[in-house]
């Protein structure tokens, strides 16, 4: 995962930021948020703390960036509007195989992100994105006709959809990832349709 906000940041730029992530990274495995200090963070990185300084504001800055860019970095992997698919759904199990793929592909950061309760700011992060996704979901399929299950209420159908995948998502990531992201995906929708049975 990079920084993406400017297409001409500078390469030094990225590899310091990329440095100040990994440090966080594995600090966040061996201490909680408020035992960390920038003093150790750029130790860890090996860089001055006036380097993070030019950077971040302070710990609580770099969380709100390093979430941001969690964010960015997974609408990038779940964008899907190049690709022609033949169905909503197929575009909805697609978008779930990337977000799975991308997490796997960069489990270190997830594993203790995610996986861990030392830094609420990632999953929370994660769990408004998915919300807002589903809520989108949910007024289309509520918009359908032919759909049958408009008696359930918005507010339970999104809260049970998101936080249903953000848990199974740390699950996973908890007991190390013991199945592929397509398997994975392929069983969450499975549960799904069993459910709407």
């Known amino acids: 995962m ?31 948020i408020d035992k960390m200090s920038v003093s150790r963070i750029a130790n860890r990185a090996t860089i001055s703390r006036v380097t993070f300084y030019l950077h971040y504001r302070d710990i609580p800055d770099m969380l709100e960036k390093l979430a941001d860019e969690m964010i960015e970095d997974i609408q990038e992997a779940t964008n899907i509007q190049a690709i022609a698919v033949d169905s909503v759904k197929d575009a909805d199990y697609l978008k779930l195989v990337r977000l799975l793929e991308h997490i796997a592909e960069h489990a270190d950061f997830y594993k203790v992100t995610l996986g861990s309760r030392k830094a609420p700011i990632f999953t929370e992060r994660l769990l408004n994105m998915l919300t807002t996704t589903i809520t989108q979901r949910f007024e289309d399929v509520r918009d359908d006709p032919s759909n049958d299950k408009r008696e359930v209420k918005k507010e339970i159908a999104i809260w049970y959809g998101s936080s249903a995948l953000i848990g199974t998502i740390v699950a996973w990531l908890k007991n190390d990832m013991p199945y592929t992201p397509h398997f994975l995906a392929k069983q969450f929708y499975l549960l799904n349709a069993h459910r709407q049975n």
Do not use: G, Y
């Not at 990079?2 to 990274?25: C, E, G, M, Q, W």
């Open 2 to 32: 990079t920084h993406k906000n400017n297409s001409f940041t500078d390469p030094r730029i990225i590899r310091t930021r990329l440095l100040i992530k990994d440090a966080f990274v594995e600090l966040l495995q061996e201490m909680d």
